[in-house]
């Protein structure tokens, strides 16, 4: 009698799926892209790709869509990692409006990422030709994030319909689409950040020591820690105090709160994991700043 194969592991089989995803893409569109947010989810994508096409080069660039307010110590991650890994690296800004002055306190967070997230993303996407666009975004993360199929289309304006989406059985994905219009790939939507976090500390990728507590100069404002990298988020007296603290998850310095924590490894990161009872990107300000705001801002092109 023949021995069984081993069972896999929960994180294999999600790399499996994962891999699985990332080659189909690759062998069906002409002018693939994988978004590169820098974050934990983007870490863990590289790592996915790595390994989905070595010992071969990763078989499409990265894009990052700089809004000029990501964290300094983000900026010089993606540089290195990028280099590390040999991957095309591209950068798409909306320079006339960082030009003009945009910042979420001159405007507001929704015009603000309208105009240096959503009008960059789709103009950088456009520039290009690129016609399916992987992201890093999980259903466990935000409900506009959990109604995404895998391959979920866009129009030639880039735009989400939700209820326009064709139906997934099984691990079979249609690919078609028409002129001008595009796609957005989530190789991780049925990871959850527990799984992201493991997956970390198996595979021992590199991510950004943000995420990681030390003492940091803060605005307090009551239960809020709002970190300290642009001038314009400090109010009128208020003075920085250093806090032991780490960020969750990884935005524009504006608009992203940190919290207080004492996980400065990853395997108390995952224990502190454990007792959370709010999202990762509850910190996150553009996800609170109108009623449904995430699934409105996708809805005009949003990541």
Same mark, same amino acid.
């Given at each position: 009698?023949?021995?069984?194969? *081993?069972?896999?592991? +929960?994180?294999?089989?999600?790399?499996?799926?994962?891999? +699985?995803?990332? #080659?189909?893409?690759?062998?069906?569109?002409?002018?693939?892209?994988?978004?590169?947010?820098? !974050?934990?989810?983007?870490?863990?994508?590289? #790592?996915?790709?790595?390994?989905?096409?070595?010992?071969?080069?990763?078989?499409? *660039?990265?894009?990052?869509?700089?809004? !000029?307010?990501?964290?300094?110590?983000?900026?010089?991650f993606r540089d290195r990692m990028a280099a590390e890994v040999g991957a095309e690296l591209l950068v798409w800004r909306n320079e006339a409006a960082i030009a003009g002055g945009t910042n979420p306190i001159a405007l507001d967070t929704k015009r603000c990422c309208g105009l240096l997230k959503t009008q960059a993303l789709l103009d950088g996407l456009n520039h290009y030709g690129f016609?399916?666009?992987?992201?890093?975004?999980?259903?466990?993360?935000?409900?506009?994030?959990?109604?995404?199929?895998?391959?979920?289309?866009?129009?030639?304006?880039?735009?989400?319909?939700?209820?326009?989406?064709?139906?997934e059985l099984w691990n079979l994905y249609n690919s078609r689409i028409h002129p001008g219009e595009s796609i957005r790939v989530f190789p991780l939507s049925n990871w959850t950040e527990m799984d992201v976090w493991q997956y970390i500390l198996q595979e021992n990728i590199p991510i950004v020591d943000l995420y990681f507590a030390k003492e940091r100069p803060m605005y307090v404002r009551g239960d809020s820690l709002q970190p300290i990298e642009q001038s314009f988020v400090g109010m009128l007296g208020e003075?920085?105090?250093?806090?032991?603290?780490?960020? #969750?998850?990884?935005?524009?310095? *504006?608009?992203?709160?940190?919290?207080?924590?004492?996980?400065?490894?990853?395997?108390?990161?995952?224990?502190?994991?454990?007792?959370?009872?709010?999202?990762?990107?509850?910190?996150?300000?553009?996800?609170?700043?109108?009623? !449904?705001?995430?699934?409105?801002k996708k809805r005009e092109g949003y990541f």
């Open positions: 009698m023949a021995a069984s194969a *081993p069972a896999l592991t +929960h994180l294999q089989l999600l790399e499996a799926e994962s891999i +699985h995803i990332l #080659r189909e893409v690759a062998s069906e569109f002409e002018r693939p892209v994988m978004l590169y947010s820098i !974050g934990k989810d983007s870490s863990v994508m590289l #790592r996915l790709a790595q390994k989905a096409f070595y010992p071969a080069a990763i078989p499409f *660039p990265l894009l990052h869509i700089d809004t !000029g307010f990501k964290f300094r110590e983000m900026i010089e016609t399916a666009a992987f992201g890093g975004a999980r259903r466990d993360e935000e409900k506009s994030r959990a109604k995404e199929r895998i391959y979920s289309f866009r129009d030639k304006a880039g735009q989400w319909d939700p209820k326009n989406q064709r139906p003075k920085p105090q250093m806090v032991r603290s780490r960020l #969750r998850s990884l935005g524009c310095s *504006p608009c992203t709160g940190a919290i207080r924590s004492d996980a400065d490894t990853l395997p108390k990161i995952i224990t502190e994991l454990l007792s959370f009872r709010t999202s990762e990107r509850a910190n996150r300000a553009i996800d609170h700043d109108q009623e !449904g705001s995430m699934e409105l």
